[in-house]
């Protein structure tokens, strides 16, 4: 009786941990696959430098794989400060960004012309993908042309934090 209580035990405790085992594997594979889809969609999203300056003020910045990269002197040759982007300003950036149609980044028109009197900063927006830059023709800063207004109005105020 003792034999058969304790061969029924050993019994119940193998398959258990089996059944832990495949769900865990399972659960793992979910998770890779998940974040491999994360990856291929950030890496699918294009770099973008944003640029505005005028007499007095200047900023750049750059946004690449969940961080936002920002310069303030003009004289710099490196970005000085970074910081990480959340995960919801994220997944927006990336999904603005990817529905931009980079080859018609440069025939974007600007709906204000204040930078031609000093009423407004001179910016530009520079997507690049696969090493091939895509410039927009500059516009107004504060102003962006209506097809890419929301990602970079979502740029300029993660780089202003």
């Not at 832990?20 to 990856?39: F, G, H, I, R, V």
């Not at 007499?55 to 040759?77: M, T």
Request: charged fraction near 25%; aromatic fraction near 10%; glycine fraction near 4%.
């Amino acid at each position: 009786m003792k034999l058969l209580t304790f061969i029924t035990a050993l019994f119940i405790t193998i398959t258990s941990c089996n059944c832990q085992k495949a769900t865990t594997n399972e659960s793992n594979l979910l998770a890779a696959k998940e974040n491999n889809t994360n990856m291929n969609q950030e890496s699918n999203v294009p770099v973008m430098i944003y640029e505005a300056n005028s007499r007095g003020y200047f900023i750049k910045l750059k946004v690449e794989n969940r961080k936002i990269y920002i310069s303030k002197d003009r004289n710099a040759s490196d970005f000085k400060t970074s910081n990480v982007i959340s995960d919801n300003d994220w997944n927006l950036i990336s999904k603005l960004a990817l529905a931009v149609e980079l080859d018609k980044v440069k025939d974007l028109k600007w709906p204000t012309e204040k930078r031609f009197y000093d009423g407004a900063t001179h910016a530009n927006i520079t997507f690049i993908s696969n090493n091939i830059e895509y410039p927009a023709n500059g516009f107004d800063g504060g102003f962006p042309p209506k097809e890419i207004a929301t990602l970079v109005n979502k740029i300029v105020e993660l780089g202003e934090k």
